[in-house]
């Protein structure tokens, strides 16, 4: 197994243990099973090359209806959250509301289009305390920033009844769970680099 694989191996058990088996997305589990979603591994830690990709990584969603999402995976260069958390700041201003030209537009924006999620190892909350159980909602294998269709969420929201509610349910969840069942079941996610 090459380490893109296992990496992709690992944040799709990650996906399925962690995040549809306690129901942390309510809409993960469709696009899991219809495997719509598409996981773009790259080892880039410039800031800009990485704005280059997201943007690659939009344009590869506007060319692909059938491809429901992306999570851009980021094994090396984003240990430290505050620098994934400027990168995500990066592509919220360089990549979503930025103004580019392209299909004959001028002015074209993904603003309204695609939203970004982001995930970490060490995610933490501004309100919360780095031992808070509650970070656990947002941490993953690796560091990640999930690229979702505006419209396909606004239209799985509307299904859904009482949508504000989900974070303060899954904050209540994973409180309930205690930092050292959350953190043992992301650890678990990791697929044995060694394998062939």
């Known amino acids: ?22 129901n942390f997305c309510p809409f993960a589990r469709k696009e899991l099973e219809n495997e719509t979603i598409r996981y773009s ?46 990168l995500v700041d990066l592509f919220q201003s360089q990549v979503i509301e930025a103004a580019f030209e392209g299909n004959g537009l001028e002015n074209k924006s993904y603003e309204g289009i695609y939203q970004l999620a982001s995930f970490h190892p060490n995610y933490c909350f501004a309100d919360s305390g780095k031992d808070d159980a509650a970070n656990y909602t947002n941490r993953a294998p690796y560091a990640m920033v999930h690229f979702l269709r505006e419209d396909d969420l606004t239209e799985a ?23 050292k069942k959350m953190a043992q079941l992301l650890s678990e996610c990791h697929i044995n680099k060694n394998l062939s």
Not at 58 to 76: F, G, K
Request: net charge negative; hydrophobic share 35%.
């Open 1 to 22: 197994m090459s380490t893109e694989q296992t990496i992709i191996a690992t944040t799709k058990k990650w996906l399925e243990t962690v995040i549809v088996k306690y």
């Open 157 to 179: 929201l509307a299904d859904y009844p009482n949508p504000e509610s989900i974070p303060d349910k899954n904050i209540a969840l994973a409180r309930r769970k205690g930092s």
């Open 41 to 86: 591994v790259s080892e880039l830690s410039s800031f800009d090359d990485l704005v280059e990709l997201a943007l690659s990584e939009c344009r590869y969603l506007d060319e692909h209806p059938q491809t429901a999402t992306t999570l851009m995976i980021l094994p090396l260069g984003f240990d430290n959250f505050d620098r994934y958390l400027d």
